[in-house]
């Protein structure tokens, strides 16, 4: 069965593969994940905030007191709440690169113009084979709008892309106005792939102890149904890839993804609570079930149940959510 597919530019002999997580920092575990069958790595991120703060500590005199700009860094993340800095990080990058033979995706976290963009280019020169521009912005401010926080994003690809010539990923959240929209101008800038989506971790609030309390769920198949919608708006009405991440667990959750229009699919979730072997079963069961029905290629798969494509695009829009409604019984 031939299950390969294009992602990036890359022919992948499948789509799926180990999207960022712990799991992609930890060496041995990347080899685990490559005799797993992953057909591409994505590494976790390094962060706009990292970045900045070790240029803040650079700069600061040693006759300071230690505290003496202790607020400004108040702002930040301490530094032991991250796995590699980003020298550190440059390296494992260079040791995935040379353990492994599969595309290595390095990962780069933020949100603001700046000198920090400069490692897009590092992470290039330290050789990975593609970047995974991670936008994380939740818009908090009344004053700022949905056209900006869109135009911010499309100037920082349009930066990347000019620094580096390998490809650019972008990983997206659901929360734009317009994601179609955004998408086309992101394809107009030369964005080479999509990811959706970016998982916005929810604070909870402790009622007893009256604080915030940061809270990290591992994702469900539930959260497919939305990237699923997307992926089939997206599907044929852009150049880039598209790639899924986020409530994919199963062999049929990754069908369901390729069937609405995803060229890759990354797993974490899944791998973080069944460990690098789980990628072969569903690889596996992904051969299987095509086999069974009479598939010759996941390529002849691939959007065949996108927004375009669909003998009922019903279901992707207002009317299906009118026929929901309507239809409910208790």
């Excluded at 852009?238 to 790639?243: E, I, K, N």
């Excluded at 299906?320 to 239809?327: A, E, P, R």
Aim: aromatic share 6%.
């Amino acid at each position: 069965m031939d299950l390969s597919t294009r992602y990036l530019g890359f022919r992948l002999l499948h789509p799926l593969m180990a999207g960022a997580s712990p799991l992609t920092t930890d060496l041995d575990r990347v080899r685990r994940l490559e005799d797993a069958g992953a057909a591409a790595i994505v590494m976790h991120s390094l962060f706009e905030e990292q970045i900045i703060q070790e240029e803040l500590a650079t700069r600061a005199s040693i006759d300071e007191p230690a505290e003496s700009f202790g607020e400004a860094l108040s702002y930040f993340p301490s530094p032991q709440e991250f796995r590699l800095g980003p020298e550190e990080y440059l390296e494992r990058l260079r040791q995935i690169k040379a353990a492994v033979g599969v595309p290595v995706i390095a990962s780069l976290n933020g949100i603001t113009p700046g000198g920090w963009l400069r490692y897009a280019r590092l992470m290039a020169e330290a050789g990975a084979d593609a970047l995974e521009l991670n936008i994380y912005f939740l818009a908090t401010d009344p004053a700022v709008s949905g056209a900006s926080v869109e135009q911010r994003t499309v100037e920082l690809v349009r930066e990347v892309k000019r620094l580096v010539k390998i490809p650019v990923a972008v990983k997206l959240s659901p929360f734009y106005s317009s994601l179609p929209h955004l998408a086309t101008q992101l394809d107009t800038v030369g964005a080479d792939g999509l990811v959706l989506f970016n998982r916005f971790y929810q604070p909870d609030i402790d009622i007893e102890a009256l604080e915030v309390r940061r809270s990290l769920e591992l994702s469900t198949s539930s959260e497919l149904r939305l990237r699923l919608r997307f992926l089939a708006i997206l599907s044929g009405k852009v150049r880039a890839s598209l790639a899924v991440t986020g409530g994919v667990h199963t062999a049929a959750d990754a069908i369901r993804a390729i069937m609405a229009g995803a060229h890759g699919v990354q797993l974490v979730s899944a791998l973080l609570k069944n460990g690098e072997k789980h990628l072969r079963e569903v690889r596996e069961e992904l051969a299987g079930w095509l086999e069974s029905h009479e598939y010759e290629s996941l390529s002849q798969m691939c959007g065949s149940l996108s927004l375009g494509r669909s003998p009922d695009p019903g279901a992707f829009e207002r009317a299906n959510y009118v026929h929901i409604l309507q239809g409910w019984r208790r």
